[in-house]
């Protein structure tokens, strides 16, 4: 049997395959953030087309943290039993779900809850919203820590069976691990053991919330691409060690800030039009602008993220990586998984695409996916828009 389609478990949890639907926001949620009906349908569609392991799209663990209106919360015990109809939706098709908790930090814009966004350290406005952050006092740090345990605690009332926390894409928990964006001279900054600090008491404090033994998994920037040094493969690496060390289920690498360096996460084209659309028309302008200065220089590489798995791979152990970024043919992922540089391979673009693909690679009705990398599921999203293919058929 092809490894891709054995059997893996992460944690304690068996998922049928190797095949993961990496976290994607889905532009589908409620006014409050609830679960709808285009949810369900989506997920139990992943779940359908055997998908082995099903990450949602980021849900925030405070409402103050939600980036965009139409984000999923688990902020609130009113959202519990909508997210028991998601995770319900996922079982009923055999499939196994996690969910994926966030904070967007300086990653939120004033209208995400009608104050100012906080971040670790206070420094300039952002690219995108040109918003200042308000620097966490002590006070927050606590807060957003114990928001997340109690995340934790609905996600598993809510039937999900295991936790990812978000510490990728320059949201929170990626902002205090980077020294682009924690500039702090307190214990929760200027060291790597400082900056990690954070992450370290979210773990504590989820693990003391939930059953022994729930699967913790985590997203990982390799590398922030940002103006100046962030977190890079080697701080990542080290940054590994600690988690395996914390006993972390398994580790989903990733790169890029949405605010500074997006296009380093979703390699392809650049729809600059789509991109822009609907934004005033002074920022439409400068969006145009920077967009067309991007256009054919991040053109999908097929495995982008793979240097830095092999770079992180050694410190783990036996605790599995999960590998996403670009990967799009059978042919590669069986070799990246034979050769033991990844345990999973993960996806999301191909699964906005086609939520049947683990099924349809099985059967082998085809050798790789159909996704073009166009980008314009991003654009739609962006939109305020549900998340959906919007490319024509190449075939």
């Not at 990496?22 to 609830?34: C, F, I, K, N, V």
């Not at 952050?133 to 996600?155: H, L, W, Y």
């Not at 100046?228 to 988690?243: I, Q």
């Not at 240097?307 to 590998?323: F, Q, S, W, Y």
Request: proline share 5%.
């Amino acid at each position: 049997m092809s490894l891709l389609f054995s059997p893996g478990v992460i944690g304690r949890v068996e998922v049928k395959n190797r095949l993961v639907h990496s976290a994607t926001y889905e532009a589908m949620a409620g006014e409050r953030g609830e679960i709808t009906e285009q949810h369900l349908k989506r997920y139990a569609n992943l779940a359908k087309g055997e998908t082995g392991l099903i990450i949602s799209g980021q849900m925030s663990v405070l409402q103050s943290g939600c980036v965009h209106r139409e984000q999923t919360g688990i902020h609130s015990d009113d959202l519990i039993p909508g997210l028991t109809k998601l995770t319900q939706a996922v079982h009923q098709h055999g499939g196994v779900i996690v969910f994926q908790l966030a904070h967007g930090g300086r990653q939120t814009t004033k209208d995400a809850a009608g104050e100012r966004p906080m971040g670790p350290s206070s420094f300039d406005r952002d690219p995108v919203n040109f918003v200042k952050p308000r620097q966490m006092t002590e006070k927050d740090i606590q807060m957003v820590i114990q928001a997340f345990g109690k995340a934790a605690c609905r996600a598993v009332e809510a039937g999900a069976d295991g936790i990812q926390i978000h510490a990728a894409h320059g949201y929170l928990v990626n902002q205090f691990l980077s020294p682009f964006f924690n500039r702090r001279t307190d214990s929760w900054g200027g060291s790597p053991e400082n900056c990690f600090r954070f992450l370290e008491k979210i773990l504590y404090e989820i693990r003391k919330s939930i059953p022994c033994g729930t699967p913790i998994l985590i997203k990982l920037n390799t590398n922030d691409h940002t103006p100046s040094e962030g977190v890079t493969p080697d701080l990542a690496r080290w940054y590994a060690e600690k988690l395996v060390h914390l006993g972390i289920a398994a580790v989903e690498i990733s790169s890029g800030t949405a605010l500074y360096s997006f296009m380093n996460s979703c390699r392809g084209d650049v729809p600059v039009e789509e991109l822009s659309s609907r934004l005033p028309f002074w920022k439409r302008l400068i969006a145009k602008r920077v967009l067309r200065k991007m256009v054919g220089k991040y053109d999908l590489e097929e495995g982008y993220h793979l240097a830095a798995a092999k770079t992180i791979k050694p410190v783990l152990g036996n605790v599995p990586l999960i590998l996403v970024g670009g990967m799009r043919r059978v042919s590669h992922m069986e070799e990246v998984l034979n050769k033991g540089c990844a345990d999973f391979i993960s996806m999301s673009r191909p699964f906005i695409r086609e939520p049947f693909l683990a099924r349809r690679l099985k059967e082998g009705k085809s050798d790789r996916s159909s996704c073009v990398s166009c980008n314009k599921c991003f654009a739609t999203i962006i939109r305020g828009d549900p998340l959906r293919c919007r490319c024509v058929p190449s075939d």
